[in-house]
């Protein structure tokens, strides 16, 4: 996942040539409060120029998951301190968004740019402009909000989790934890939805509820504080249940940048295999262990919980658009459970009265990343750059633009929009949405519904890769995301003396 995605000063070994600097006033503005001082840096979305601040927390989220757990295969690929490097760029633009050294907040910032193109407007914007971020000259607004539970939530779990991936860097860490601690007081005490009050928000990332990011965020807190407060509210049953943790449904186990809490339930199973907390938690962290069982036995292809298409993908957004980024996490989930499984001796798991082994978890991340990869009927890989066949028009304003030293306008870059010809940009390593529901994939660029690569469609696929390379022989790393977890029994008393008459 390089840095394609990525606004603001780039760093000197920017590895994507035709990126350079870009956006270096936003946040800078008249109507922003005095909080924010700027908001250059973060990360795009997709193929805009747009900072939504939901998403983009998810993906910081699950990259640092996958480096807590699998730091070691990263080491082994030679990207380590890469991938921390990508986290690294999207906190420091976080702890941007808030008054990050205070205790309490009353505003977060939720995005810059905008995207509306709705009632024909031509107001140039993120969507009705196709130009090179570097070339932007367009009014970026800042949207603000006061009551935004799951976006503060979400962005406490970003930090939090990425204190534990710098947990070497006392400074760093503490300075997240203090920022990722701030952000859930603000996200508990002033209730709302994020996208309740913003259309954009609403059109492109609207946010269903802000419970599974209480259990979410609960958790990660606890893990990064070792405050039992924070394990305590994420094991609050009523919270789980309005979560949707005891319901099922058609989007039982799918994990995305809206609905956190198959996750979440995957995270807490963790704390239970290993270090088994006993009560008050056992009860509810058996249901959550229950309800992971459940959701791993929902993927398998003998359970028709989700259609697949003949090809073999599974369905999890029900034939929708764009489903990749859905396959990527649940792929993720069912590699890191099975490795759990692993470390934890347990040979598999129960779905009713069949027991499976977790080589079949595997096997289903596995046969679901392959599928994306170009084991399809159309033997198209949707990872740029990857294999012979792949997409050419990849809907990506950078990478559509030649880098030729001519600013091309708001409507000037129409013309590479409409162009039938291949990017003259290859955005290596971009997982675009995806095919349809009957396999089918259409390789043009103003069809954003197969070609829009978008962060963190990208961030599950690096978790669900490095989750499944290299061997069994380099497991998940058991202890270091307990690093600020005190030890769960007070030690016992020393024996006494020995009797004598």
């Given at each position: 996942m390089p840095f394609?995605?990525?606004?603001?000063?780039?760093?000197?070994?920017?590895?994507?040539?035709?990126?350079?600097?870009?956006c270096?006033?936003d946040g800078?503005g008249?109507?922003v409060?005095?909080a924010i001082?700027?908001?250059v840096?973060?990360?795009?979305?997709?193929?805009?120029?747009i900072?939504?601040?939901?998403?983009?927390?998810f993906?910081?989220t699950m990259?640092s998951w996958s480096v807590?757990e699998?730091s070691?295969?990263?080491?082994?690929?030679?990207?380590?301190?890469h991938?921390?490097e990508?986290?690294?760029w999207?906190?420091?633009?976080?702890?941007?968004?808030?008054n990050?050294?205070?205790?309490?907040?009353?505003?977060l910032?939720?995005q810059?740019?905008?995207?509306?193109?709705s009632g024909?407007?031509?107001?140039?914007?993120?969507?009705?402009?196709?130009?090179?971020p570097?070339?932007?000259?367009?009014d970026?607004?800042v949207?603000?909000?006061?009551?935004?539970?799951?976006?503060a939530?979400?962005?406490?779990?970003a930090?939090?989790?990425?204190?534990?991936?710098?947990?070497?860097?006392?400074a760093?860490s503490?300075?997240?934890?203090?920022?990722a601690?701030?952000?859930?007081?603000f996200?508990r005490?002033?209730?709302g939805?994020?996208s309740a009050?913003?259309?954009?928000?609403?059109?492109?990332?609207?946010s269903?509820?802000?419970w599974d990011e209480?259990?979410?965020g609960?958790?990660?807190?606890?893990?990064a504080?070792?405050?039992?407060s924070?394990l305590k509210l994420?094991?609050?049953?009523?919270?789980?249940?309005?979560?949707?943790?005891?319901?099922?449904?058609p989007d039982?186990?799918?994990?995305?940048?809206?609905?956190k809490?198959?996750?979440?339930q995957?995270l807490?199973?963790?704390l239970?295999?290993?270090?088994?907390?006993?009560y008050?938690?056992?009860e509810i962290?058996r249901t959550?262990?229950n309800?992971?069982?459940?959701?791993?036995?929902s993927y398998?292809?003998?359970?028709?919980s989700?259609?697949?298409t003949?090809?073999?993908?599974i369905?999890l957004?029900h034939?929708r658009?764009?489903?990749?980024?859905?396959?990527?996490n649940s792929?993720f989930?069912?590699?890191?459970?099975?490795?759990y499984?692993?470390?934890?001796d347990?040979p598999?798991?129960?779905?009713?009265?069949?027991?499976?082994?977790t080589?079949v978890?595997?096997?289903?991340?596995?046969?679901?990343i392959n599928?994306?990869?170009?084991?399809?009927?159309?033997?198209?890989?949707?990872?740029?750059?990857?294999?012979?066949?792949y997409?050419?028009?990849?809907?990506h304003?950078?990478?559509s633009?030649?880098?030729n030293?001519?600013k091309?306008n708001?409507k000037?870059?129409?013309?590479?929009?409409?162009?039938?010809?291949?990017?003259p940009?290859t955005?290596v390593?971009a997982m675009v949405?995806?095919?349809d529901?009957?396999?089918g994939?259409?390789?043009?660029?103003?069809n954003y519904?197969?070609?829009?690569?978008t962060l963190?469609?990208?961030?599950?696929?690096?978790?669900?890769l490095?989750?499944?390379?290299?061997d069994?022989?380099?497991?998940?790393?058991k202890?270091t995301?307990f690093?600020?977890?005190?030890?769960m029994?007070p030690?016992?008393?020393p024996?006494?003396?020995p009797?004598?008459?």
């Open positions: 394609f995605f990525a606004a603001g000063k780039l760093p000197k070994h920017n590895n994507v040539s035709w990126r350079g600097n870009s270096l006033q800078k008249d109507g409060s005095a001082k700027d908001l840096g973060g990360y795009y979305d997709a193929g805009d120029a900072k939504f601040n939901f998403p983009q927390s993906a910081i990259l807590i699998y070691a295969k990263y080491e082994a690929a030679g990207e380590l301190s991938v921390k990508l986290i690294k999207g906190t420091d633009y976080f702890l941007k968004t808030f990050s050294t205070a205790d309490s907040i009353t505003t910032a939720a810059v740019g905008l995207g509306d193109t024909g407007s031509t107001t140039p914007n993120d969507h009705y402009c196709w130009m090179r570097e070339d932007i000259d367009y970026r607004p949207t603000e909000c006061h009551s935004c539970s799951d976006l939530a979400e962005m406490a779990a930090l939090a989790s990425a204190s534990i991936v710098f947990k070497d860097n006392k760093y503490k300075k997240l934890v203090h920022g601690t701030t952000l859930f007081k996200a005490e002033q209730r939805r994020y009050g913003s259309s954009e928000a609403s059109i492109f990332y609207n269903t509820s802000y209480f259990v979410w609960g958790a990660w807190m606890y893990y504080t070792g405050n039992s924070y994420a094991t609050t049953p009523g919270l789980a249940k309005h979560a949707g943790a005891f319901w099922g449904g039982y186990g799918v994990f995305s940048w809206d609905n809490l198959a996750g979440a995957v807490l199973s963790r239970r295999l290993f270090l088994s907390p006993g008050p938690y056992e962290l959550f262990h309800q992971t069982s459940i959701v791993m036995c398998l292809p003998v359970f028709t989700f259609n697949r003949k090809g073999g993908l369905q957004n034939g658009p764009q489903p990749l980024q859905y396959v990527v792929a989930l069912a590699a890191v459970f099975s490795d499984l692993d470390a934890a347990t598999g798991w129960y779905c009713g009265p069949n027991f499976f082994s080589d978890l595997r096997d289903f991340a596995r046969t679901q599928y994306i990869l170009g084991n399809n009927p159309r033997k198209m890989s949707y990872v740029v750059g990857f294999g012979n066949h997409p050419k028009h990849v809907h304003r950078g990478a633009i030649p880098k030293k001519v091309y708001c000037g870059g129409w013309k590479w929009r409409d162009s039938s010809k291949p990017n940009n955005i390593g949405a995806g095919p529901k009957h396999d994939f259409h390789d043009v660029r103003t519904n197969y070609t829009e690569p963190a469609g990208n961030a599950g696929l690096v978790a669900a490095v989750a499944l390379s290299g069994k022989s380099t497991s998940i790393d202890n995301i690093s600020a977890v005190p030890p029994f030690t016992p008393p024996p006494p003396a009797w004598k008459p």
